[in-house]
């Protein structure tokens, strides 16, 4: 049965991975979950999507990791924010706001 | 940023442990996955490969694989390497070792604390004076510099020095010191604050003031054992009495301006007031910050104008960097051994580069095959100029190598090449200079190759023919361009060698063999009249002579060569009408022109009675040639201020200050006409320099124990140190022609014999169609000979134009000296004859009936 995958604009990933992390530090795999929790399912990531992405946030210092043991007491890899990937949050949040408020006004998104 | 760098740097060094993290972390996400009950379906291995390029470290990577590939070519080819490396290793180390030089004498920062500060400032003489001395810049007398020091407002401190050779005795045994004498602005002015004590003030530099003196730490330790200064230390200089006020820290090259000198002791410039009534020094000043020289310059111009500037000032002053007019010569020998020493470089890095070229055009296959295979241009280049690099690495180590045996050698070769040999920051810049060179070669050793070998046509469809014409083409090019830079080094080396040997020549106009000179200084303090001095000189001349060994012996004011101590006397002529001349004199006693050789040519010598008279004197060649043209020169009268002498022999002209210059004129006036403190003596005997010494230092110590004498000095030493710079360059030079004789022949027969080998087919149908050997030998030659004769010709016209610049380290050889250009072009056409020779005999050895069957 073919999945309803909800496209992503380019860019968007990091600030919804960053946004998963932001309570408490997750494996890889837990990541994912949340984010599909988070988006009603919409969004559901790869590994082949999630693991680069990860990685590049790690590069930009935005995540760090560290290793721990998971729920099934699996060792696994943990990320969590760093202060600067939470300015970073912080400052797309605010941004997307804005972007999501002018783009309702033009497009008169109507309250359902 | 900067931790996103780190990150990448981390990545790097860590790349295994990343590696094995990942893998350990997608296989827990596939057993979280089939936990949950989702099975992963993605190619692990894609994953890890984007995981990789977002590290960031791709460009690693490809280096690493591209490296090894490098390395592997390397090591399939290893005579192509070998001698890849050794030819850039002749061209780098040569480099390296004269670089190292350079550094030490010109580009090495100078030792004083903001050195780009310092300025030497200068006085002129008027227009009639300075045609005459021959310069324009003076020695600044002390109106001078005080009045520089009290009205420039672009120097933040002026001060004077000058070094004056002092006996010294008191706690020490009689020993002959280098000082230097400073006003009290020179500590402040190089920022030296003392260890112990204090430097001078304004009392110290006044006429009758206690005597004082500023010691180096060395000095203190050696002469007072180091321990607290308690001011009441105190040392006989010249016999008179100064106590020890200050002591210098550790580091003596910052307080030393006049580098070339030893000194430990330093004392208020009054101190030679009572040698001389004007007082002369040379003169340091700083410049403010952000003021330039030129700025300082227009501001002490202006000040010189001004009326009530002192009478010196007014002819105009002169603001120099300091050091800017420091061993001119030095720097220019320099020079041109650089530019030819790079040329040597070139000869190699194109040696190189044709081997390069022509392995490139034979891995044309492959190279097309890769690109067919999606290797973009870029990355083709980038692989052959990373074994470029390579090789271009391997060459400067085993230069660096090579340079290091190459210094050592100049050392043993020319000690007086000037420059400390030690530490200073050299291995930094050398290893720099080194890098450098290393990326130079590089690009010019795989930019040619990398470029002809990826080019259109090298691919699969082109034909053999074009690129290999094309590639030929560049070769021809490369090897002309050896042959070229090789004449020019050529010539060069001859031009030098001739120089030499000319120079060597020359006859100094003196004996020099078994002549041991010794100098002393007569202090003032303790000789104050002539008389005293005459009755000294006497007395010593008596009791040298006397010594056993001794065969003859003489005295005088300064031996010959170099600066030595002479006088300049003010001669007036009667019924000339020049007035009076500025003539260059000599006082002599005992057997001095016997001692030393000196020809008479007319009349006759000074003997040993003459020496106590004030009346007679004897002039050389130059001096008749001069002023006393269709004179009689026999009887003429010469008179100075107070005295005259009557002219009683002329002798022969010799080389006064350098072996290169034309003999000056002279006169040879009696010690008792003119005794200075400054006495010289020569003696000629048999027996070794250390005895002559030991019996002269006892002799001295005899007769007046407060006296030191100086270094003796051998007079053929002083001839054969004139000689030191022209042998050195003529040697380095040499080594130079011959390294690139050997590059360039080497690049030529391997050119040759690289066309034969590609052309054996060819020749054996030639050959089995009729043509004979001598006319396949001919035919090589014609096609070999071509690149190298027309780079010898480009070479020698370079040559013409580039020895210009070393007009002034020739003597007797004009730049453009056609025997020197005849033998090179000549030598070096029959050197390119012979490498050519080589390859075409073979040539002429092929077999055709087997060439026939191997098609």
């Keep these: ?112 | 940023m900067l931790s996103e760098l780190w990150y990448r740097l981390r990545a790097v060094v860590r790349r295994g442990a990343m590696e094995r993290e990942l893998e350990e972390e997608l296989r827990a996400h596939a057993e979280h996955a089939a936990a949950r009950g989702r099975e992963s379906r993605e190619d692990v291995e894609r994953v890890k490969e984007a995981c990789r390029e977002e590290r960031g470290v791709w460009w690693w990577e490809t280096l690493r694989q591209d490296g090894r590939y490098a390395w592997r070519q390397m090591r399939r080819r290893p005579a192509l390497a070998a001698s890849a490396v050794v030819a850039l290793a002749l061209g780098t180390g040569l480099n390296l070792a004269l670089f190292r030089v350079v550094w030490g004498v010109m580009l090495k920062p100078l030792p004083y604390a903001q050195p780009e500060q310092l300025v030497e400032l200068w006085g002129q003489w008027d227009e009639k004076t300075a045609a005459m001395v021959g310069q324009r810049t003076m020695m600044p007398h002390q109106k001078m510099w005080e009045w520089w020091e009290e009205q420039a407002k672009t120097l933040s401190g002026v001060a004077a020095y000058r070094v004056w050779t002092v006996t010294a005795t008191g706690p020490l045994e009689p020993e002959r010191l280098d000082t230097l004498l400073v006003t009290p602005g020179y500590f402040p002015l190089l920022g030296a604050r003392p260890a112990q004590g204090r430097v001078f003030t304004k009392e110290d530099d006044r006429r009758g003031a206690a005597g004082t003196a500023v010691v180096s730490e060395r000095f203190w330790r050696r002469v007072y054992g180091g321990r607290p200064l308690s001011g009441r230390e105190t040392l006989a200089v010249d016999g008179r009495m100064v106590a020890v006020i200050g002591v210098l820290g550790r580091d003596e090259e910052a307080w030393k301006l006049a580098s070339e000198k030893e000194v430990e002791v330093y004392l208020p410039l009054v101190w030679n007031d009572a040698e001389r009534r004007v007082t002369l020094a040379f003169v340091a000043g700083r410049m403010r910050p952000r003021v330039t020289v030129q700025a300082a310059q227009r501001e002490l111009a202006e000040l010189s104008r001004r009326p009530e500037a002192p009478r010196g000032v007014r002819n105009g002053v002169e603001v120099r960097r300091f050091g800017a007019g420091n061993s001119l010569v030095l720097k220019q020998a320099l020079r041109a051994l650089f530019a030819l020493a790079g040329c040597v470089w070139l000869i190699a890095c194109f040696s190189v580069a044709n081997l390069l070229l022509a392995q490139a055009l034979a891995r044309r296959q492959e190279l097309a095959i890769r690109a067919a295979l999606g290797a973009g241009r870029g990355r083709l280049l980038r692989q052959l100029g990373l074994e470029a690099g390579l090789l271009a690495a391997s060459g400067t180590v085993a230069g660096l190598g090579l340079g290091w045996v190459a210094e050592r050698l100049l050392r043993v070769l020319g000690p007086g090449f000037a420059v400390s040999w030690s530490g200073d920051g050299a291995a930094t810049m050398v290893t720099l200079f080194a890098c450098g060179l290393a990326v130079a070669a590089t690009v010019v050793v795989g930019l040619l190759p990398a470029w002809v070998a990826t080019s259109e046509g090298a691919g699969l469809n082109g034909t053999r023919a074009t690129a290999g014409r094309r590639a030929g083409l560049w070769t021809k090019a490369l090897v002309a361009g050896q042959v070229g830079f090789t004449a020019v080094v050529l010539v060069c080396a001859g031009l030098l060698l001739e120089s030499f040997v000319k120079l060597r020549a020359v006859d100094p106009g003196f004996t020099r063999e078994r002549v041991v000179t010794a100098a002393l200084d007569l202090p003032a303090a303790m000789y104050p009249k002539d008389e005293d001095r005459v009755k000294f000189a006497r007395g010593w001349m008596e009791r040298v002579a006397a010594l056993p060994g001794v065969e003859m012996a003489g005295l005088t004011s300064g031996v010959p060569l170099g600066y030595r101590f002479t006088l300049g006397l003010n001669l007036k002529i009667p019924g000339l009408e020049k007035g009076a001349a500025q003539v260059t004199g000599r006082t002599v006693a005992g057997d001095y022109f016997r001692t030393l050789g000196l020809r008479i040519k007319m009349g006759r010598a000074l003997t040993a009675e003459d020496a106590w008279r004030k009346d007679v004197a004897v002039v050389n060649e130059a001096y008749v040639r001069r002023y006393l043209k269709g004179r009689p020169v026999l009887g003429t009268v010469l008179s100075q201020e107070e005295d005259t002498q009557v002219i009683v022999g002329v002798a022969a002209d010799f080389h006064g200050t350098r072996l290169q210059d034309a003999a000056q004129p002279e006169v040879y006036l009696p010690l008792g006409a003119a005794p200075f403190g400054h006495l010289e003596v020569a003696v000629r005997s048999r027996l070794a320099t250390v005895a002559v010494t030991e019996m002269l230092r006892g002799a001295l110590r005899e007769y007046d124990p407060k006296l030191a004498l100086d270094k003796t000095v051998l007079l053929e030493d002083l001839v054969d140190e004139q000689l030191e710079q022209p042998r050195l360059q003529a040697y380095v030079v040499g080594l130079f022609a011959v390294v690139a004789l050997v590059l360039a022949l080497v690049g030529v027969y391997g050119v040759v014999a690289q066309s034969v080998r590609a052309r054996t087919a060819e020749i054996g149908v030639r050959q089995a169609l009729g043509a004979t050997k001598g006319r396949i030998v001919k035919a090589v030659l014609g096609q070999g000979l071509v690149a190298p004769l027309m780079g010898l010709v480009v070479g020698l016209g370079g040559a013409a134009l580039g020895s210009r610049y070393l007009a002034t380290l020739l003597y007797g050889v004009e730049p453009g000296d056609g025997r020197v250009y005849g033998l090179c072009g000549v030598a070096l056409a029959g050197a390119s004859l012979l490498s050519c020779l080589l390859p075409a005999r073979a040539a002429s050895r092929v077999d055709p009936a087997r060439v026939l069957r191997e098609e």
Aim: positive net charge.
């Design chain 1, 1 to 112: 049965m073919g999945e309803e995958r909800f496209e992503l604009p380019q860019g968007t990933l990091d600030v919804l991975l960053l946004k998963a992390l932001g309570l408490e530090p997750l494996h890889g795999w837990a990541v994912g979950e949340r984010l599909e929790q988070m988006t009603g399912g919409q969004v559901r990531l790869g590994q082949g999507t999630l693991y680069p992405a990860l990685h590049r946030l790690e590069r930009k210092g935005w995540i760090k990791a560290k290793w721990g043991v998971s729920e099934n007491n699996r060792k696994a890899k943990f990320y969590e924010l760093t202060r600067a990937g939470r300015k970073q949050l912080e400052t797309e949040t605010a941004a997307w706001r804005q972007l999501a408020s002018v783009m309702g006004q033009v497009l008169g998104v109507a309250e359902e």
